[in-house]
């Protein structure tokens, strides 16, 4: 089976730009998660999609969103860029049975100037 | 305040040595731990995951321990090799957890472990 994918691997954009990143989790995965990591915070979750709806949500402005489509591929957008957005986007996706073991993308580096 | 803490923040040991990694959390309600191993530039891989119930995991040379009652967990690294050099980072889930809902996802702040020959 391919793992989780990520597109763009990595991005450079400029403050007040806007972004779009997209996962594509395992086959059959319905359930797909975006982390924020950065030097300084570490692993922060963003938010949780499943079947389309948002399942779960951290503790972020709302200027992060995010969306699923129906073939369980989401999208993560960020406007409005600021420098403390450069970071390291990681989708997970993962079975809808407990205890939800995730597999990680390779993830998407963010670099705003 | 759920958290979860991670020691120690850094550690370097030889090629063929032991090591022990801890992690101890504060998240109520508990639901599983887990344990990554984060290698530089990638995703983190899932090493093992336990719930309330397990107290010994094993994955090839990694063995994790919890114990639920003082909320503590460990991840033991038997015979290090080079490619255990990377960032291990202890996950709790903590939360109601419904179909397709994995619950609020607590993360360390991780061990960074390099092995010298």
């Known amino acids: 089976k391919a793992g989780v994918t990520q597109t763009p691997r990595y991005l450079i954009k400029t403050r007040g730009q806007q972004v779009t990143l997209s996962c594509s989790p395992i086959s059959g995965h319905r359930s797909v998660s975006w982390y924020q990591q950065t030097p300084g915070q570490g692993l922060q979750f963003l938010f949780e999609?499943?079947?389309?709806?948002?399942?779960n949500k951290g503790n972020f402005p709302g200027r992060f969103s995010g969306r699923q489509f129906s073939n369980s591929r989401s999208e993560m957008n960020v406007s409005t860029l600021e420098l403390g957005d450069s970071a390291l986007y990681l989708c997970?996706?993962?079975?809808?049975?407990?205890?939800?073991?995730?597999?990680f993308g390779p993830g998407t580096r963010l670099t705003v100037t | 305040k759920n958290q979860v803490e991670q020691s120690p923040q850094s550690l370097i040991i030889l090629e063929g040595k032991n090591c022990t990694l801890q992690c101890n959390y504060t998240v109520s309600p508990f639901s599983n731990l887990r344990w990554y191993k984060q290698d530089t530039g990638r995703g983190p891989v899932s090493l093992t995951i336990?719930?309330?119930?397990?107290n010994t995991k094993s994955n090839g040379r990694y063995t994790a321990t919890l114990d639920a009652d003082t909320k503590q967990s460990s991840l033991h690294i038997t015979a290090s090799q080079l490619s255990d050099s990377a960032s291990y980072i202890c996950v709790v889930s903590g939360g109601s957890q419904g179909s397709g809902n994995t619950g609020k996802l607590i993360f360390g702040q991780g061990t960074t472990l390099q092995v010298k020959p």
């Open positions: 997970a996706s993962s079975l809808v049975r407990s205890p939800y073991e995730q597999y």
């Open positions: 336990m719930t309330f119930s397990e």
């Open positions: 999609y499943f079947s389309e709806t948002q399942r």
